[in-house]
T-cell receptor, first 112, second 114 residues
Framework: DAKTTQPTSMDCAEGRAANLPCNHS???????VYWYRQIHSQGPQYIIH???NNETNEMASLIITEDRKSSTLILPHATLRDTAVYYC?????????????FGGGTRVLVKP | DTGVSQDPRHKITKRGQNVTFRCDPI?????LYWYRQTLGQGPEFLTY????????KSRLLSDRFSAERPKGSFSTLEIQRTEQGDSAMYLC????????????FGPGTRLTVL
């Protein structure tokens, strides 16, 4: 699985969009970008994943650059409950992959 | 669907004692995973089952660790002769085999070895 690089921490204002970057310059053509988050004292929670096209669901949007070497997770209207550690994971898709390999993640603090 | 549950939520034990944790996955999920998480780090994979078969074990899973999923439903993780370095959060997750990337995690069992 490709290595990812994320900022250690970031703050954002409640109600504003939070843009979380992730670098994955060694990503292979068959590897997807996944985002999970972990709220304090809880297990990780799946957010979204994508291959090359931008993706959106009820939680967030995922923007992947054309060369696929980096991506941005966007929380459109951050709330205090979005305070968590956000993990960017790059790996081959289901069937071929089993374990999730978590890095250090980005600690996001949403401030009032 | 009540989600993934783990029991106990907290366990304090003395070095050298054996401990056992239980995980109940989402009922229709045939895959079950165990991870370990130490303070300030992301979760680390330990092992996973597809139904009752244990298909992969990490090198982190020393011979003091054993995991079972006897009927393909709940799973247990046992640590024998606990050491202080075993202190961590033990997380269980489950998924469908065809959607293995969307893993649903339980709240974890926090183990403290004194």
């Amino acid at each position: 699985d490709a290595k990812t690089t994320q900022p250690t921490s970031m703050d954002c204002a409640e109600g504003r969009a939070a843009n979380l970057p992730c670098n994955h310059s060694t990503i292979s053509g068959n590897e997807y970008v996944y985002w999970y988050r972990q709220i304090h004292s809880q297990g990780p929670q799946y957010i979204i994943h994508g291959l090359k096209n931008n993706e959106t669901n009820e939680m967030a949007s995922l923007i992947i650059t054309e060369d696929r070497k980096s991506s941005t997770l966007i929380l459109p209207h951050a709330t205090l409950r979005d305070t968590a550690v956000y993990y960017c994971i790059v790996r081959v898709a289901a069937f071929a992959g089993n374990k999730l390999t978590f890095g250090g993640g980005t600690r996001v603090l949403v401030k009032p | 669907d009540t989600g993934v549950s783990q029991d106990p939520r907290h366990k304090i034990t003395k070095r050298g004692q054996n401990v056992t944790f239980r995980c109940d996955p989402i009922s229709e999920h045939n895959r079950l995973y165990w991870y370990r998480q130490t303070l300030g780090q992301g979760p680390e994979f330990l092992t996973y089952f597809q139904n009752e078969a244990q298909l992969e074990k990490s090198r982190l899973l020393s011979d003091r660790f054993s995991a079972e999923r006897p009927k393909g439903s709940f799973s247990t993780l046992e640590i024998q002769r606990t050491e202080q370095g075993d202190s961590a959060m033990y997380l269980c997750a489950s998924s469908l085999a065809r959607e293995a990337d969307t893993q649903y995690f339980g709240p974890g069992t926090r183990l403290t070895v004194l």
